[in-house]
């Protein structure tokens, strides 16, 4: 009896010990790497870097279409303006960026590469996307 006892005792310790270093199940999503992000991002793949102070949102059209609805916490420059304010752009996170359907913003993203940003993503299919899948829009 007592052997039985001890064993039972070192068999809860043992998978106590494993589940030590299994993930939790959770029901939370697996942590993205952003050093590892695609160049272009569908609006799926983007929603989880919404809120992470690690990602820079870029909303690059017009003030207009930006108060009309626009993704919560994005920065607005429109695209004329990037250029010349580039300083407001960290090179040192993941910038994601998007405008009305994805066509300016793959053009800002091709421009942000060409000043040396190594960590730049498109948002494909822009705001209508993002929209489109049900997702958040402040106005």
């Known amino acids: 009896m007592k052997k039985l006892a001890v064993l039972s005792t070192l068999l809860i310790l043992a998978l106590a010990v494993a589940a030590c270093g299994a993930p939790a199940a959770t029901g939370s999503a697996p942590a993205v790497d952003l050093n590892n992000l695609p160049a272009n991002l569908t609006v799926q793949q983007a929603k989880p870097l919404l809120g992470n ?6 909303d690059v059209r ?18 004329g303006e990037v250029a010349q304010r580039l300083a407001e752009i960290p090179k040192d996170k993941p910038v994601v960026v998007t405008c009305r359907s994805g066509n300016r913003s793959a053009q800002v993203t091709q421009f942000l ?5 190594t960590n730049v993503h498109n948002m494909e299919g822009g705001i209508l996307a993002w929209q489109g899948a049900g997702f958040p829009v402040e106005k």
């Open 113 to 117: 590469r060409e000043q040396g940003y």
């Open 62 to 79: 017009e003030q207009s279409e930006y108060d009309a609805g626009h993704i919560p916490d994005i920065t607005l420059i429109p695209t």
């Open 53 to 58: 102070p690690g990602v820079f949102w870029l």
